[in-house]
């Protein structure tokens, strides 16, 4: 079964909009961590925003918030004001432990390929 | 700011070749992880590092191999190439400390082709 969830393949939004990227996880590990990452047509991985299972407030990184709803297990990413430079894919992560050697590991979902429209 | 560096970016090989893939950090990670990313993907752990010494498998591991013997360095071997390999490898570092907001450091890739 999938760990990680992105619905939606590709999105479409006109600059200046704002975008909601759609993500849902899985795991019964009460500790966990959420990562969005952009990657551009060049093809790094930028690192963008960071919840904790336990923090009670939403992740905010400038025009990127998180809107981290526990109970549904859900953590959408939301742009504010798109910019062209915004035309990328996003990749959803959840940081997974293991207790057995202290390790972490990162599940990534399949991607969103945002697109901007002037 | 050199932070993951990985070697070559590109490459071609023909079937049956071996290599060695790259990938050095000089952020004093404990954690390495390797990557691949197939078209129209997300990223999938090959294997990872928790110190010097340690490796360990991660979920699509055969056909390759890795060690660790310092801190900085995890290369990643392919013994002998094949198409299904054809991929994109990522290398990334994390501090290692449980349950911080630090996120895991990637390197620009590896773009790799088995022809």
């Known amino acids: 079964a999938q760990k990680i969830t992105q619905t939606q393949p590709g999105m479409f939004v006109q600059e200046k909009e704002a975008v909601t990227l759609d993500c849902t996880y899985d795991t019964s590990d009460p500790s966990y961590g959420l990562f969005w990452y952009k990657q551009p047509s060049s093809g790094e991985m930028i690192f963008l925003i960071y919840?904790?299972?336990?923090?009670?407030q939403n992740a905010t990184e400038g025009r990127y918030s998180l809107n981290f709803q526990k109970a549904r297990k859900s953590a959408n990413l939301v742009i504010s004001a798109s910019q062209l430079g915004d035309s990328a894919m996003y990749f959803c992560a959840m940081r997974e432990y293991s207790t057995q050697g202290g390790s972490e590991k990162l599940v990534f979902g399949k991607g969103t390929k945002l697109t901007v429209n002037p | 700011n050199a932070g993951v560096t990985q070697t070559p970016k590109f490459r071609i090989l023909k079937i049956g070749q071996s290599m060695t893939l790259q990938c050095a950090q000089d952020m004093n990670h404990n954690y390495m992880y390797w990557y691949r990313q197939d078209p129209g993907m997300g990223l999938k752990l090959i294997y990872y590092?928790?110190?010097?010494?340690?490796?360990d498998k991660g979920e699509v591991p055969n056909g390759y191999n890795v060690s660790r013997s310092t801190t900085e360095d995890f290369p990643l071997r392919l013994e002998l190439a094949a198409p299904s390999q054809t991929s994109v490898y990522f290398c990334?570092?994390?501090?290692?400390?449980?349950?911080?907001?630090?996120?895991?450091?990637f390197g620009d890739g590896t773009r790799l082709s088995i022809l």
């Open positions: 590092s928790v110190g010097a010494g340690i490796t």
């Open positions: 990334a570092s994390s501090s290692g400390v449980l349950y911080s907001n630090q996120p895991q450091h």
């Open positions: 919840q904790g299972s336990y923090d009670q």
